[in-house]
C-alpha cells in the first residue's frame, strides 16, 4: 500500500525559508513521477514542482521557478520540497502526490495523472 506523508509546514514571515518533506512508503518508487501540489483557500490545487525519481529529473511551475528546490532520497525514501524568499501568495495547504508511471514530461502539472496523495501540510506566509 503506497503512502506519501509530508510534514514541515508552518507560518513564515515574507521573504523567509522553508522545507517539506514527503517520506513515502509501499513499493519501488523508481519509475515514478513525484509532484508537488499547493492549495490556497478558495482556489484550485495547482501544481509547484514535480520530479522523475529515477533520473532525478525536476521541473518547476512558472510561479516558483527560481524560489523553490524540489530533491529526492532514495535512501531516505523521501521527497523534499526547499522554499526560498517565501510572499504571502505562497500560503496554501502543499501535498505531495505519486504517479506510478512515468515520464515526467506526460502532463507532470495534472491532478488527475496523480493516484496517491499526501494529507497535505499548511504553510503560512504572514508577518
Known amino acids: 500500500q503506497v503512502q506519501l506523508v509530508e510534514s514541515g509546514g508552518e507560518m513564515v514571515q515574507p521573504g523567509g525559508s522553508l522545507g517539506l518533506s514527503c517520506v513515502v512508503s509501499?513499493?519501488?518508487?523508481?519509475?515514478?513521477?513525484m509532484a508537488w501540489f499547493r492549495q490556497a483557500p478558495g482556489k484550485a490545487r495547482e501544481p509547484v514542482g514535480a520530479?522523475?525519481?529515477?533520473?532525478?529529473?525536476?521541473t518547476y511551475a512558472d510561479a516558483v521557478k527560481g524560489r523553490f528546490t524540489i530533491s529526492r532520497s532514495d535512501w531516505a525514501s523521501t521527497m523534499w520540497l526547499h522554499m526560498n524568499d517565501l510572499k504571502p501568495e505562497d500560503t496554501a495547504i502543499y501535498y505531495c502526490?505519486?504517479?506510478?508511471?512515468?515520464?515526467?514530461?506526460?502532463?507532470?502539472?495534472?491532478?488527475?495523472?496523480?493516484?496517491?496523495w499526501g494529507q497535505g501540510t499548511q504553510v503560512t506566509v504572514s508577518s
Open positions: 502526490a505519486d504517479d506510478e508511471d512515468g515520464p515526467l514530461s506526460r502532463l507532470w502539472d495534472a491532478v488527475e495523472r496523480y493516484e496517491y
Open positions: 509501499g513499493r519501488n518508487f523508481n519509475r515514478d513521477v
Open positions: 520530479i522523475e525519481w529515477g533520473r532525478n529529473i525536476v
